[in-house]
């Protein structure tokens, strides 16, 4: 709190723009790495072998795409949220409202619920504690540090809990691989996981219910009957891909805030490494989970799984919790904790802190549009109050909801509503043609489109190996990363074709907001000058307004909340002009520009030589 000035928009929700590469690279994989994940990947593994690793190899190639063509173009823009950068780009309040309501909907019924939910299983395995007086307690730590120190504190606490989350996650590792005799034994062993339980009253459940998969140590698996079908895995993943990675407020947010286009390039290179681990600290001690517990991990008896995990769809989410209660020895157990506790708070704030960002600037400023920047600081703070009661209040729905399938449940639910917004960002980007009539309808059918789809799967329910869903194939049947493919590509030529059909946009509107546009330097002009925020105090004259006095009380509440009044000299319009050029820098000095470059190649040859050798 002391290190920022966290009194102005861009101090509290971009940290001033002065954050380095090492903490921007460690918060974006502790934003993205929740516990969700921790419990979804180990008890995917557990059910179905390394596939689900290639979610996570899929982010070095979006890493790189992320620092090299997107962030450049949003700093450029000059913009705080991504609801805001396609208002700059297409006019209009229809598309930044939807938007922004859309995002916030998707961060309280999969990001927030799903981390709240997978935490909670693990602290009442390891720790008997109430499910809710242990949300309620860490909500409350997390709410109290995300709302009085802005992004700045929540970037700093990424860095320290990614420590945290990368020596515990190692150690457990090492002791599950040591457990198991090494890796040959762990591959050999993993295709004899098999439960004793397999006879449903007088009837013996078919063998797929309960043998591992025969592909379970291939990532690129058949088409039509794999799990996770290789067309899919590669382009549909991508697709999700690109809209988390490279349009999500959560993510991009932290980009915002370099220092430096080399910084933010070298924050982004960090997090694809990171993002190499989850294969081998969270996947295989899934699997190494089913070895050792197999009659709990990999129950196939409904009434087998409920003795073990109070579920009937199975019990794969117990498997990483399980290993770390039953394994560890006390002290290091003590460590795993700790290391859950911080990968959800690293999650949960920084929800938090975006979430907030995205009402104030997006949705708050609409219905006040002379909000003084001192009100914005405050809305900001009390949605974050606001989104805790709803996530509490979601819980017992995450409780009741099929939780055999957690991180499916977090993709499908991404695959039925990211693809459109996926489409729209990267026409905004790369097509100047596209307009805002074209944007807005590709939105409105695509989220329909999705929305049809979502609505009938959890209406007729994801059934089970034992009873499968009666839901018919032509909905379900198609795998939820093709069904991204074919939605992003409905929204991808409606876009464009609503867009030729309409008038377009003056390019004198587009300077430095498109690619081809980046490197323009006349002046733009913004659609809707006079939808523009006004986020000063009102111009009084000093003389006729009395410095109030202010009483010691609320100084030390004004300064914990970061709102303290700092009345220096007022800017001339030529320093605010400078001020402005500096958050709009993309310059980079040629020698670090080498580095970053020549360390992106590096990685994506790491991404490809990791889904070849296990291809």
């Known amino acids: 709190m002391y290190s920022t000035n966290r009194g102005t928009v861009g101090g509290f929700f971009l940290a001033g723009r002065s954050m380095v590469w090492w903490p921007i690279g460690a918060s974006l994989f502790a934003s993205n790495i929740g516990s969700g994940h921790f419990v979804g990947l180990a008890g995917t593994g557990a059910a179905a072998g390394i596939a689900i690793g290639g979610f996570e190899w899929n982010a070095l190639v979006m890493v790189v795409i992320l620092g090299w063509m997107f962030v450049p173009i949003y700093i450029k823009a000059g913009v705080v949220t991504m609801p805001e950068y396609l208002r700059k780009r297409f006019g209009g309040k229809r598309i930044q409202i939807y938007l922004s309501v859309l995002s916030l909907l998707l961060y309280i019924f999969t990001k927030i619920s799903a981390d709240i939910f997978s935490g909670a299983i693990f602290i009442k395995l390891a720790m008997g504690l109430n499910i809710y007086v242990a949300i309620i307690l860490l909500l409350v730590i997390t709410a109290l540090y ?39 034994a762990f591959v050999e062993k993993y295709m004899h996981a098999i439960p004793s339980q397999k006879m449903v009253g007088n009837k013996t459940l078919p063998e797929n219910c309960y043998t591992p998969r025969p592909d379970s140590f291939q990532i690129f698996r058949d088409p039509i009957t794999g799990d996770l079908p290789w067309p899919g895995l590669i382009f549909g993943l991508s697709i999700l891909a690109l809209w988390y990675w ?29 993002k190499l681990l989850p294969m081998f600290l969270m996947v295989m001690p899934g699997m190494i989970s089913r070895i050792l517990y197999t009659d709990e991990v990999a129950c196939a008896v409904p009434e087998e799984c409920r003795k073990a995990c109070d579920t009937e769809v199975g019990c794969s989410n117990i498997a990483y919790p399980t290993l770390v209660v039953r394994l560890m020895p006390n002290g290091l157990r003590g460590l795993m904790l700790s290391v859950m506790l911080a990968s959800l708070m690293s999650s949960l704030t920084s929800i938090f802190n975006s979430a907030s960002t995205l009402f104030t600037m997006d949705i708050y400023t609409k219905i006040r549009t002379r909000a003084s920047e001192k009100e914005l600081m405050i809305v900001g703070r009390l949605f974050i109050l606001v989104l805790i009661a709803v996530s509490i209040a979601w819980v017992p729905v995450v409780q009741s909801a099929q939780s055999g399938q957690l991180f499916d449940y977090i993709q499908s639910i991404t695959s039925y509503l990211g693809p459109p917004i996926a489409a729209v960002f990267f026409l905004a980007i790369f097509c100047t043609r596209v307009n805002e009539h074209g944007a807005f309808w590709g939105l409105v059918v695509g989220l329909l489109i999705g929305l049809s789809r979502m609505i009938a799967e959890f209406a007729y ?73 006004n986020t000063e105090e009102p111009d009084l004259d000093d003389e006729t307004v009395p410095d109030e006095e202010v009483s010691c009380g609320k100084k030390a509440l004004n300064w914990f909340c970061g709102l303290e009044d700092k009345k220096g000299p007022k800017l001339s319009k030529e320093e605010e002009a400078a001020l402005q050029m500096k958050l709009t820098d993309t310059t980079e000095n040629p020698f670090w520009k080498r580095v970053v470059n020549i360390n992106g190649i590096i990685l994506l040859s790491v991404a490809v030589f990791c889904h070849g050798f296990f291809a």
């Open 146 to 184: 995300t709302i009085t120190g802005g992004l700045a504190a929540v970037i700093y606490t990424d860095t320290l809990q990614t420590l945290i989350m990368l020596v515990g996650s190692v150690i457990l590792t090492a002791f599950a691989f040591h457990e198991v005799g090494g890796y040959d």
């Open 461 to 533: 329910g994801t059934g089970t190996c034992v009873a499968p869903s009666a839901c018919p194939d032509i909905i379900c049947k198609v795998h939820y990363l093709y069904f991204a493919m074919i939605l992003f590509v409905i929204s991808f030529i409606l876009i464009l074709t609503v867009s030729l059909l309409t008038k377009p946009i003056d390019e004198v509107h587009l300077y430095r907001l498109c690619w081809t546009l980046r490197n323009r330097t006349e002046k733009r002009i913004d659609l809707d000058t006079d939808d523009t925020i």
């Open 246 to 274: 490279c349009t999500d407020q959560v993510i991009v947010q932290r980009c915002l805030s370099g220092k430096n286009m080399s910084h933010v390039k070298a924050g982004c290179i960090m997090c694809g490494y990171l």
